[in-house]
T-cell receptor, first 111, second 113 residues
């Protein structure tokens, strides 16, 4: 089992819909969780981070963390074509400062 | 302010050549990371520095890979005797402290022919 797992997609949603991206992780002791967006040919850029159980909202983005289920998700409300990208989940695993990434979920927002 | 800067942006090497990839982190960021990203995959951890100390190099795939950060700022990733399987994008990231978000550079795309 990989440390961080994501469905690779592709996930397609119509413009204006809610996109839901999911991520599971293996280390129950993990404390910090990050979502990055990566456009084709570009480097990852941070969207959100979450450290505590529950929801964290920032504009159209909501991160949800459930440590008991070892599950973190990202909701994108009112999806726009410019949201079309690969979304990477990253988890700080172990006692060191080692961030593990999932393989990413490809999202396409259809106008 | 300036972000993480990597050079070169593209590097083509013949198999067997040595290459050196440079990363200049955000000023004041003590943590520096190197990742390798193959096409269609997520970034794979290579190594991590806190200031000049290399605290974790468990992700380096072989002893052909070597990284250094001698003065706690600029870092160099060196790959000796490159192989075709080394072809990938090499990403450098920095952060202010333990557990804080990573800020990535634009990466170096290495192609080994």
């Amino acid at each position: 089992q990989k440390e961080v797992e994501q469905n690779s997609g592709p996930l397609s949603v119509p413009e204006g819909a809610i996109a839901s991206l999911n991520c599971t992780y293996s280390d129950r002791g993990s404390q910090s969780f990050f979502w990055y967006r990566q456009y084709s040919g570009k480097s990852p850029e941070l969207i959100m981070f979450i450290y505590s159980n529950g929801d964290k909202e920032d504009g159209r983005f909501t991160a949800q963390l459930n440590k008991a289920s070892q599950y973190v998700s990202l909701l994108i409300r009112d999806s726009q074509p410019s949201d079309s990208a690969t979304y990477l989940c990253a988890v700080n695993i172990g006692t060191g400062n080692q961030f593990y990434f999932g393989t990413g979920t490809s999202l396409t927002v259809i106008p | 302010g300036a972000g993480v800067s990597q050079s070169p942006r593209y590097k083509v090497a013949k198999r067997g050549q040595d290459v050196a990839l440079r990363c200049d982190p955000i000023s004041g960021h003590v943590s520096l990371f190197w990742y390798q990203q193959a096409l269609g995959q997520g970034p794979e951890f290579l190594t991590y520095f806190q200031n000049e100390a290399q605290l974790d190099k468990s992700g380096l795939p072989s002893d052909r890979f070597f990284a250094e950060r001698p003065e706690g700022s600029v870092s160099t990733l060196k790959i000796q005797r490159t192989q075709q399987e080394d072809s990938a994008v090499y990403l450098c990231a920095s952060s202010t402290e333990l557990d804080s978000p990573l800020h990535f550079g634009n990466g170096t795309r290495l192609t080994v022919t």
